[in-house]
Nanobody, 124 residues
Framework: QVQLVESGGGLVQAGGSLTISCVAS????????TGWFRQAPGKDREFIAT????????DYADSVKGRFTISRDNAKNTVNLQMNSLKPEDTAIYFC?????????????????WGQGTQVTVSS
């Protein structure tokens, strides 16, 4: 069992930066790929980024590539998402999710454990 808690969300101006974090508890987290997804009001949940358990493999949605960076510190059971050059369209609730595998892709069904989310609001 893995429990995930996101933090670090908030209000930021367009062009600004924010780092959100996902802290996990559960002894299997270090063997889990972790992803970030987001959901804006009235829209479906969408994939943002994923990182393998070793940190050696990452993947990003085209909409955030070059602006967002996913990283992990298994010693601290933490996965971070650094977000730069934020845009109003990045406004959403951001969720982290852990997969029962060392590598995972872009689909939400690949992830078993989900956090409650953290709100990110980007003002224009």
């Amino acid at each position: 069992q893995v429990q995930l808690v996101e933090s670090g969300g908030g209000l930021v101006q367009a062009g600004g930066s924010l780092t959100i974090s996902c802290v996990a508890s559960g002894r299997t987290f270090s063997r889990s790929a972790t992803g970030w997804f987001r959901q804006a009001p009235g829209k479906d949940r969408e994939f943002i980024a994923t990182i393998s358990w070793s940190g050696g493999v990452t993947d990003y949605a085209d909409s955030v590539k070059g602006r967002f960076t996913i990283s992990r510190d298994n010693a601290k059971n933490t996965v971070n998402l650094q977000m730069n050059s934020l845009k109003p369209e990045d406004t959403a609730i951001y969720f982290c999710a852990a997969a029962p595998s060392v590598v995972a892709g872009r689909y939400s069904y690949e992830y078993t454990y989900w956090g409650q989310g953290t709100q990110v609001t980007v003002s224009s």
